[in-house]
């Protein structure tokens, strides 16, 4: 059972591999958003029941990092805010899991979720949702 357990595992893996290299850059980005939400989540439900929410935690500061780090810059209004909503989730991130304070995850999720149904917006305004470059 084990033998079958394991190469279940390593299909899932191999098809959200091929998933993830063959998506566009906007499902990229939904991607990148649906796990910083999933991620946040996780880490709010763990800290209100005082468990150990440290992976999720680090994921979700991990995936607002690369956020942070592949918005270009261009100069425009909306870049610069975009990049100073990553950073201050980042930020938020880092100091809850530090304090283990499931408040400053509260107060960053709606954050999150509304820049995930801003970008899921956009996508399906760009192509229908579509899923090949």
């Known amino acids: 059972m084990k033998g079958i357990k394991n190469a279940s595992t390593l299909v899932t893996n191999r098809y959200n591999q091929v998933k993830v290299e063959t998506a566009d850059q906007l ?3 939904t991607m990148l958003y649906d796990g910083l939400v999933r991620f946040l989540t996780s880490a709010l439900e763990k800290m209100e029941q005082r468990e150990n929410a440290h992976e999720d935690c680090i994921r979700a500061r991990d ?3 690369h956020l942070m ?3 270009i810059d261009d100069g ?9 909503l990553c950073f201050h989730i980042y930020r938020e991130v880092v ?5 283990k304070s499931s408040q400053r995850i509260e107060e960053i ?3 999150a979720q509304k ?3 801003a970008w899921t917006e956009l996508k399906e305004r760009e192509g229908g949702g579509g899923n090949e470059r």
């Open 115 to 117: 820049l995930r149904s």
């Open 109 to 111: 999720l709606p954050i």
């Open 63 to 65: 995936i607002a990092n």
């Open 95 to 99: 100091t809850a899991h530090i304090e």
């Open 76 to 84: 425009s209004e909306v870049s610069k805010n975009l990049i100073a």
């Open 69 to 71: 780090r592949s918005t």
């Open 27 to 29: 499902t990229l980005i």
